[in-house]
Structure formats: structure tokens, C-alpha cells
């Protein structure tokens, strides 16, 4: 069977997916794998518990279209054969989304980073650490 490799991207953050760019065109060298780009945009009950001040909630379908959009263009940067790169955009909470597509693929491992740079408290991000916790794969943290 087709090794498979999951990786998580959040669009919002440049920094993060340059750190795993090597790592992943390393462990796609092995056995030819393929490679699945994934980025998970918020539902709206993420917006509404900014506030209910909020009126103008975010177009959910333009806000998937450019995640598709940035998601592709980062896809890009990673030099990988065409035929063995795919990209998914889905609307979701990160860390479950994330989850069941590791098991749909189902993927033979994770790669993620760890955190966002500026956030220095921790050593694992929330989506991260649940990842870490849950995934019935191997998991590699990229810091
Ligand atoms: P932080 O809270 O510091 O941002 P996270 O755990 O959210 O830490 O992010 C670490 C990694 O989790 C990201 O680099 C990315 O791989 C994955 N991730 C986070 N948010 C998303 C998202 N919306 N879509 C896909 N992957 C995500």
C-alpha cells in the first residue's frame, strides 16, 4: 500500500510551515510517499465566542476559498513530485479534523510543528499536544 503522510498546515502562519519543508521532502523520499497537505478553517462558533458583539461574521465559503488558495501556494514550496502531492481544505476544529483525517487516509504518520514561535510558554500548541496524544500513527513534532 501507498505510504501516506499528513500534514497539517495552519495557513496563518509562514513561519511554521518553513520549519517542516525539509523533514517532509525527506520522509517523502521514502517508499514514494504521498503527501497530504490539510487546512482546517474554523466553524462559525469559533467566531461567535469572540463576542457577541460581533455582527459581521466572516463569509464562511470565501474564507475556505482563500485558505484553498494560500494552502496550494504553500504546497508549492515544498519540492515534491506533482503526482504524489494532494491538498484538503476543511471547515472543522483543527485538532479533530486533523485527527480524523489521519484515520481516514488513513496516514502513517503526522508531521506538525510544535508551536507558533512567539508562543514561548509552551512546548506543544493545543492542536499539537492533541495530536500527539491521539493520533493511532507515529507523530513527528517538528521545533
Ligand atoms: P499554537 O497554539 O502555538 O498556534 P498549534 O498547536 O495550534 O499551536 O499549531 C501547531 C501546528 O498545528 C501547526 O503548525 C499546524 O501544523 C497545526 N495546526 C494548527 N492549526 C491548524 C489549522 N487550522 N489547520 C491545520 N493545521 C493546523
Avoid at 504553500?74 to 483525517?101: W, Y
Avoid at 484515520?103 to 504518520?109: C, E, F, I, M, S
Wanted: charged share 25%; with cysteine.
Amino acid at each position: 500500500m501507498t505510504r501516506k503522510i499528513l500534514v497539517p498546515i495552519d495557513v496563518s502562519e509562514t513561519e511554521l510551515t518553513q520549519k517542516v519543508i525539509t523533514w517532509v521532502e525527506a520522509q517523502s523520499r521514502i517508499d514514494d510517499a504521498e503527501i497530504h497537505f490539510l487546512t482546517v478553517v474554523p466553524v462559525l462558533p469559533y467566531y461567535m465566542s469572540l463576542g457577541q458583539g460581533m455582527v459581521d461574521l466572516p463569509d464562511i465559503h470565501q474564507l475556505k476559498n482563500r485558505a484553498e488558495k494560500k494552502l496550494t501556494e504553500i504546497a508549492t514550496q515544498f519540492s515534491l513530485p506533482e503526482d504524489r502531492k494532494f491538498t484538503h481544505c476543511v471547515e472543522g476544529a483543527p485538532r479533530d479534523t486533523i485527527l480524523e483525517m489521519a484515520k481516514t487516509l488513513p496516514a502513517d504518520l503526522v508531521i506538525i510543528s510544535s508551536h507558533r514561535p512567539d508562543i514561548t510558554t509552551y512546548l506543544l500548541g493545543s492542536n499539537a499536544a492533541a495530536v500527539v496524544r491521539h493520533a493511532e500513527c507515529p507523530v513527528l513534532v517538528i521545533r
